[in-house]
């Protein structure tokens, strides 16, 4: 196929051309219904883009001319079977893959580092998650791979497992032996799903072999990737693909049915034109891209590695990482992930896109600029200068006691359970020993450290109670933001 046609956005284009009297959805009539107020801001132009099914830009959940097309332009690049583009971000991916591979009460493997969605997955499918918990990197306060051994003795004491999801790379940029686990999963009867949200990319690295590859070139069965995250796509913009390798392919039948459930029936144009695009941009200029950002990140991490007080995460023989990857800390002044973060914004105006209690996270991509990299140094520079001598360290910031990941709580009920059984509130300091009837993950990275139907063991509470007192971002607090209450089952 040629890679250099756009065919959703001519369509679109051809549309606009025809300069139509227009009386479809959406009601602003291509560019001459939105607000003043915006359009002084962004200009016009973009929301003539903003159409919904004709008989020139096709139908998302009926695919048979541009559309069509466009995804298959996106199968052929990424090596696909099948590939369909999403309107409703790597969430609706990630609930199609359970849905589709795993019905209520079966059991599915899921890594304990899976984000929330894998939760409202098994919510709709009913099945019986099974959690392998990937490895820590103790020196880091991190969680890393998923180990192979650890898959293998899952599958002897829980045969019947239909699938295996899990995540790669990590939010924190870390690669599972991708290869040797698929392997594992189809001797066993198995699919492997990955959560490859920030992924997409590296399929574009010529040089990589082993772990870090993309999921597909490692065996994966269903992968669903975060277009917007490392490329050039809108945000909520994201894909799935499928490649069959003979395992359970009823399943992967049912994964465009599925998508019905979990997908808007009034897809956005915008979305899936960025989805084209950011297609065309990988195939023309993929490889280039990649390397731009793998340079700027790796040269930063030399530099910033060189600063008294910081150190970033490498790559080890026990350790995969995607390159493009900055992961950080200011442990050497004693200067915790979630200081660092707010010294960096309030002090110097630079964004990183998460930070824990011991690091901080930067995603370098390929629209970043030297100049970006070289704030960031600085920062970290113009830090170590003022708190590496200084007698007082940092209010609020000093790092204590390192936070451990609590083990795996009691599973009492199903996810699906829990949800529809009848619930209750109480204190959330009387929590421990109550069967949560409610997610709770801090955020970033979504992870969640209870699920609805587990038992909040001691461990889980204490956890979670750390992130509460700092005044962390958590994923089912109150509507406040704190954590006043929790609610529970029975």
């Not at 009539?29 to 099914?53: K, N, P, Q």
């Not at 940029?173 to 490859?196: F, M, P, R, T, W």
């Not at 960025?274 to 950002?293: F, I, N, P, T, V």
């Amino acid at each position: 196929m040629n890679q250099q046609t756009t065919p959703l956005l001519d369509a679109v284009e051809r549309l606009i051309h025809t300069n139509p009297a227009y009386f479809r959805i959406p009601g602003h009539r291509l560019d001459r219904g939105i607000s003043s107020r915006l359009t002084d801001r962004t200009g016009s132009r973009i929301f003539a883009y903003d159409v919904t099914e004709t008989p020139f830009t096709d139908d998302l959940h009926a695919p048979e001319g541009a559309i069509r097309e466009a995804q298959e332009l996106l199968r052929d690049l990424y090596g696909a079977d099948e590939s369909f583009f999403l309107v409703n971000g790597t969430t609706c991916g990630n609930e199609a893959m359970i849905l589709s591979t795993a019905f209520e009460g079966q059991e599915i493997m899921i890594a304990r580092n899976a984000h929330k969605s894998a939760m409202m997955g098994l919510v709709l499918s009913g099945a019986k998650p099974v959690y392998v918990t990937p490895a820590v990197i103790d020196a880091w306060g991190i969680q890393g791979a998923v180990e192979p051994c650890a898959v293998r003795a899952l599958f002897r004491e829980h045969p019947k497992c239909t699938a295996l999801l899990l995540v790669h790379p990590t939010y924190y940029g870390i690669c599972s032996k991708l290869q040797e686990i698929a392997d594992i999963c189809h001797e066993n009867n198995a699919l492997l799903l990955v959560d490859e949200a920030h992924g997409g990319h590296l399929y574009f690295d010529k040089t990589l072999s082993g772990e870090r590859r993309g999921a597909l070139a490692c065996g994966a069965d269903l992968c669903v990737q975060s277009m917007h995250k490392v490329t050039g796509a809108l945000t909520q913009s994201s894909v799935l693909h499928i490649k069959s390798h003979g395992v359970r392919e009823e399943a992967l039948l049912r994964v465009a049915q599925n998508l019905h459930l979990v997908q808007s029936t009034s897809p956005s144009y915008l979305l899936m034109i960025s989805l084209d695009c950011a297609r065309y941009e990988l195939a023309m200029h993929g490889e280039q891209m990649y390397e731009k950002a793998a340079a700027l990140a790796e040269d930063a991490r030399r530099r910033i590695n060189r600063i008294e007080g910081f150190a970033c995460l490498e790559e080890t023989a026990q350790t995969a990482l995607d390159r493009t990857k900055l992961v950080f800390s200011a442990r050497g002044l004693g200067i915790s992930g979630f200081a660092l973060d707010a010294l960096f914004l309030e002090r110097f105006n630079v964004h990183v896109e998460l930070s824990d209690h011991e690091n901080v996270l930067a995603v370098v991509t390929y629209a970043n600029v030297q100049e970006d990299l070289d704030r960031l140094v600085d920062a970290c520079a113009a830090i170590s200068d003022t708190y590496r001598n200084a007698e007082e360290k940092y209010d609020t910031c000093v790092i204590k006691d390192r936070v451990c990941f609590p083990k795996l709580p009691e599973q009492v009920l199903t996810p699906r359970q829990a949800y529809f059984a009848p619930k209750r509130e109480i204190a959330w300091e009387d929590a421990v020993g109550a069967v949560s009837g409610q997610l709770i993950a801090p955020y970033p990275p979504g992870i969640p450290a209870l699920y609805a139907g587990e038992v909040v063991s001691r461990e889980a509470w204490e956890y979670i109670e750390d992130f509460r007192k700092r005044g962390r971002h958590i994923h089912g607090a109150d509507k406040d933001g704190q954590l006043r209450t929790i609610k529970v089952i029975g």
